[in-house]
């Protein structure tokens, strides 16, 4: 009788360890089918659509000719590309400097493409461009890119000594271009007009009307090869008009990724564009160090056939 009540003793202790081991499972298993019935994830999801243009064609250019062309109108659903390079198209689509691309090949710049695509509705703004020519280059160039961060030399635009000297936005003093509304016809030798909201930017020159200070340090960029951080305090819109010489420039030996140099004869005469800057805007370039982002180019194969 007693091995039969000790037996049934040790039974019941451990039927009894049994339920308490299951109670303390019980919790965390309740929660955890009842997280996973919840999480957003593990229910269907459509994918979001990459933005893309309705039609686009990517063809080479064997032109051998040194003039590119890149428009994209701000109001209007159309990018056209005449004999630009895979660099000129990450950097527009990528909205990313050439000082701010890693990873390049040669022949991401030697071998030319003319790019004529449509938006679907002909509507889209820049913005939207820029995300369709990223789908356009991951479809027609198997394009892969990455982001990092890293300290490099900027440039600082401050206040001159005596205070900035911006000229006010003139009404009239510049051009507006859309899908609907090219450029005026220009005759040889002519600038084309001023454009509102940008620049007309040269190897010596550059020109703008209703600039903010946001828009002018994105140009003296890529004036300068290198990052310009407003330190300015200046708010506002404002014309400007900057004639420098451009040695000491991103185009002292020439256009970014265009071999050949400035055409012979080409005016360098002009004040250094930190001087320019001082005499005309009444601010100053200062040389510092910073954190600034950059573009890796991870992978990219020649363009596909259309």
Request: hydrophobic letters at 35%.
């Amino acid at each position: 009788m007693n091995v039969i009540r000790r037996d049934r003793e040790r039974i019941e202790e451990i039927v009894t360890i049994s339920q308490m081991s299951f109670r303390r499972l019980a919790v965390p298993l309740a929660l955890l089918l009842t997280g996973f019935a919840a999480t957003p994830q593990t229910r269907a999801q459509t994918p979001t659509p990459r933005p893309e243009f309705e039609v686009a064609s990517v063809k080479p250019n064997t032109s051998g000719t040194n003039m590119v062309r890149i428009m994209a109108p701000p109001n209007g659903g159309r990018l056209t590309v005449t004999n630009g390079s895979l660099r000129m198209l990450i950097a527009y689509a990528y909205k990313v400097k050439n000082f701010e691309l890693s990873g390049t090949q040669g022949w991401m710049d030697s071998e030319r493409y003319d790019v004529v695509a449509k938006a679907p509705d002909g509507s889209h703004g820049e913005e939207q461009l820029q995300l369709m020519t990223r789908t356009l280059l991951e479809d027609r160039f198997k394009l892969m890119v990455h982001r990092e961060t890293k300290e490099m030399p900027v440039y600082a635009l401050l206040p001159g000594k005596n205070g900035p000297k911006l000229p006010e936005a003139k009404e009239g003093g510049c051009a507006t271009f859309g899908p609907n509304l090219p450029p005026p016809a220009r005759g040889p030798g002519q600038f084309p007009p001023t454009p509102c909201g940008g620049f007309f930017m040269g190897p010596n020159r550059m020109e703008g009307g209703k600039i903010s200070m946001k828009q002018l340090v994105d140009g003296l960029s890529n004036i300068l090869g290198r990052p310009v951080i407003d330190k300015t305090g200046f708010t506002g819109t404002f014309d400007v008009h900057l004639e420098f010489s451009p040695e000491g420039t991103a185009f002292g030996g020439g256009l970014p990724g265009m071999p050949g140099g400035l055409p012979p004869g080409f005016d360098t005469s002009g004040p250094s564009i930190f001087t320019a800057v001082q005499d005309q805007l009444g601010l100053k370039l200062e040389s510092q160090k910073g954190p600034a982002e950059i573009l890796v180019i991870d992978h990219a194969e020649r363009a596909s056939e259309n």
